[in-house]
């Protein structure tokens, strides 16, 4: 479960009031009587941010591997995007 902190509390002490309890992992910021923000640590971020990648790789392989991908040039898929844009918005 994570940690609160009443976003009063912040307020009075600043972000000292994070410390200790950041130690432990991400701390939900409380203000109204309700969940509105998460503060966690750099290295959390950091390994976070490692890990979606792993994943973003590992499906992207997957994709590849099983055909949904092809090998294109940046010009193919500017004329694919920009015939995307064209077409956008227009009255049928």
Known sequence: MLATVPAQTIK???ISALNQ??????VWIISNNTPKYVVLS???FRRMRHEAFVEECLQSEAEYRAGLAKRTTP???MKIFDE???GHGEEE
């Not at 309890?21 to 991400?26: E, I, M, T």
């Open 12 to 14: 009075r002490r600043g």
């Open 21 to 26: 309890q950041l130690k432990d992992g991400p």
């Open 42 to 44: 750099a290295d959390e």
């Open 75 to 77: 010009e193919e898929l």
């Open 84 to 86: 995307a844009v064209d």
